[in-house]
């Protein structure tokens, strides 16, 4: 990973501020708690018994384990956020058990890394498909203790190929440029990506038009050409239908 030293330096960080904690629960063990928890009917998570507390005493550390490293999620309360497309929601913060935002080898986990990403390049707004909206707590809790406040979020409905199958980056996919170099107009592809999910019942105007209700939003992305324009990075898959295309996970960031 070309990243991989800054995502060291930031969990060597979280690590002496008491953010994380190494976990050697084996896979064994995390099964097995599993299968009790559901033949007791209740969620499965991790029951924090490497979570440091003040009194507590954690196990003796197993010899020849190398630990994960569990982000120390808040208990109580809820997070709360307003998505632009779903409106505000709250998931209570005791739903969340301690992600694994490390593996035993080091190598860091999507969410931690997506939240490093986004800090990184001060992204503003965060456009994924609905199989994120989960994801989006545990990752404000991150920015949060990492000492920032998180990016505007909206979730697509998602797009499904052909075959009915949810389309992907990795399967079929081609630069955003190439689409440029066979000659789709930049404003046709803006127009296209708003549309996508979309169902308001309001006339099958242009998505530009002032009176669609995420004009406001293709406005915000036409100031491309000024010196605080949006940018948008990240590909589109490969068919000869644009408007067949998946749903685009896209980050407008103020360069």
């Known amino acids: 990973m070309q990243r991989m030293d800054r995502y060291r330096e930031v969990l060597a960080g979280m690590v002496r501020d008491g953010k994380v904690y190494p976990c050697y ?4 063990e995390l099964d097995a708690l599993r299968e009790r928890q559901m033949a007791n009917k209740e ?5 924090g ?10 196990p003796p550390v197993p010899e020849g384990v190398q630990p994960v490293l569990r982000f ?18 709250e998931i209570s913060n005791d739903e969340l058990d301690d992600l694994v935002i490390a593996r035993p080898d080091g190598t860091p986990t999507y969410n931690f890394c997506v939240v ?34 998180p990016p505007v979020y909206a979730h697509l409905p998602t797009v499904l190929n052909e075959q009915g199958e949810k389309m992907s980056k990795r399967s079929g996919a081609k630069p955003v440029t190439q689409y440029r170099d066979e000659g789709f107009l930049p404003d046709a592809m803006i127009n296209y990506l708003a549309r996508l999910g979309w169902s308001h019942a309001t006339p099958r105007s242009s998505a530009a038009s002032s009176s669609w209700p995420g004009s406001t939003w293709i406005t915000w992305a036409r100031a491309r050409r000024s010196s605080t324009r ?17 749903s685009w996970r896209c980050w407008w960031a103020s360069s």
């Not at 120390?72 to 929601?89: L, Y």
Request: aromatic share 6%; hydrophobic share 35%.
């Open 25 to 28: 629960m084996s896979v064994a």
């Open 43 to 47: 969620k499965p998570r991790y029951d």
């Open 49 to 58: 018994t490497w979570r440091p507390a003040p009194g507590k005493t954690l």
């Open 72 to 89: 120390m999620n808040p208990t109580g309360g809820v997070v709360a956020w307003t998505n632009k497309v779903k409106g505000r929601i």
């Open 116 to 149: 490093v990403d986004d800090i990184d390049m001060r992204i503003t707004h965060v456009i994924r498909g609905d199989d994120h909206v989960n994801n989006t707590p545990r990752q404000i809790n991150i920015f949060r203790a990492l000492g920032y406040e």
């Open 230 to 246: 949006p940018s948008c990075a990240g590909s589109m898959p490969s068919t000869s239908r644009p408007w067949a295309r998946t």
